[in-house]
C-alpha cells in the first residue's frame, strides 16, 4: 500500500497506517495513557480509534491534558 500524506498536530506526516488507531501505534503513543484525539476538527471517541479509516489530506490533533494551577 502507497503512504499517504496527512497532518499530525499541524505536522505533515507520510504514513502507510489506514486506521487512528494503528497511526498512533506507528507514532510510538501508548494507547493507556491520557489523550484525546480528533480529526478534521471532529473529536473521535477512543472505542472507534480501530476502526476509524485515515485518508490522505487528513488533519489529526493528539492532545494530551496539562496538569498544573
Known amino acids: 500500500m502507497n503512504p499517504i500524506e496527512i497532518h499530525i498536530n ?7 497506517a ?3 488507531q494503528e ?3 506507528e ?3 501508548s494507547l493507556s495513557s491520557a489523550f484525546a484525539c480528533a480529526i ?4 473521535v471517541p477512543r472505542p472507534e480509534w480501530p ?3 485515515l485518508s490522505t489530506g487528513d488533519r489529526v490533533d ?3 491534558p496539562i496538569t498544573g494551577g
Open 40 to 43: 478534521n476538527n471532529t473529536f
Open 62 to 64: 493528539v492532545i494530551a
Open 18 to 20: 489506514t486506521h487512528l
Open 10 to 16: 499541524g505536522k505533515q506526516y507520510q504514513t502507510s
Open 23 to 25: 497511526l498512533l501505534l
Open 27 to 29: 507514532r510510538g503513543l
Open 51 to 53: 476502526q476509524r479509516a
